[in-house]
T-cell receptor, first 118, second 113 residues
Framework: AQKVTQAQTEISVVEKEDVTLDCVYE???????LFWYKQPPSGELVFLIR??????QNEISGRYSWNFQKSTSSFNFTITASQVVDSAVYFC???????????????FGRGTQLTVWP | DGGITQSPKYLFRKEGQNVTLSCEQN?????MYWYRQDPGQGLRLIYY???????QKGDIAEGYSVSREKKESFPLTVTSAQKNPTAFYLC????????????FGQGTRLTVV
């Protein structure tokens, strides 16, 4: 069974604060991909990052950083010095790649609504 | 520009009517997907297709039908059998079944009136 949990339903911060969005996943597959997507008010999902289960190196892209820890099955997302334009719903997702799994399909968490106030 | 186009953006349907949502991609992707989004529930998979003329049910396929006659097109029909069709529908595609990255359309918001 595949499951992605985003326990934070809504987060509000003031501009320039740092914020971390949590993601915990469950899978029996030893190989999988993890993703983060951003959904602005327009509705389209915007791809942010993909992480292979074999690669536990943390990644930084500008103000965004991701912390992947296999030991705790977590893939957390931090925005440093948040801005109003970061306001959106953020989804964590999982794609299993093991034999017998439905390759290609995404399992999504319920999303975290981030609001950044000026 | 390459991408996924969903139309219409807003759709209203009377109860008891079938309605078809369009999804077209010019990315030359093999795999295409339909997801349904309800408030506070994330995205759930309705149908997916890994190749032309083949498609599989997702987790919530009841009341929906699809076709994949062309690589670039994957229309979704919401039938009258779907008990609660009001939702936001998102179409996605990926290069192949490995799905290293899925691209999404802008979505169609369907409202039953």
């Amino acid at each position: 069974a595949q499951k992605v949990t985003q326990a934070q339903t809504e987060i509000s911060v003031v501009e320039k604060e740092d914020v971390t969005l949590d993601c915990v996943y469950e899978t029996r597959d030893t190989t999988y991909y993890l993703f983060w997507y951003k959904q602005p008010p327009s509705g389209e999902l915007v791809f942010l990052i993909r992480r292979n289960s074999f690669d536990e190196q943390n990644e930084i892209s500008g103000r965004y950083s991701w912390n992947f820890q296999k030991s705790t099955s977590s893939f957390n997302f931090t925005i440093t010095a948040s801005q109003v334009v970061d306001s959106a719903v953020y989804f964590c997702a999982l794609t299993p790649r093991g034999r017998g799994s439905t390759l290609g399909r995404l399992y999504f968490g319920r999303g975290t609504q981030l609001t950044v106030w000026p | 520009d390459g991408g996924i186009t969903q139309s219409p953006k807003y759709l209203f349907r009377k109860e008891g009517q079938n309605v078809t949502l369009s999804c077209e991609q010019n990315l030359n992707h093999d795999a295409m997907y339909w997801y349904r989004q309800d408030p506070g529930q994330g995205l759930r998979l309705i149908y997916y297709s890994q190749i032309v003329n083949d498609f599989q049910k997702g987790d919530i396929a009841e009341g929906y039908s699809v076709s994949r006659e062309k690589k670039e097109s994957f229309p979704l029909t919401v039938t009258s059998a779907q008990k609660n069709p009001t939702a936001f529908y998102l179409c996605a595609s990926s290069i192949n079944r490995q799905n290293t990255e899925a691209f999404f359309g802008q979505g169609t918001r369907l409202t039953v009136v």
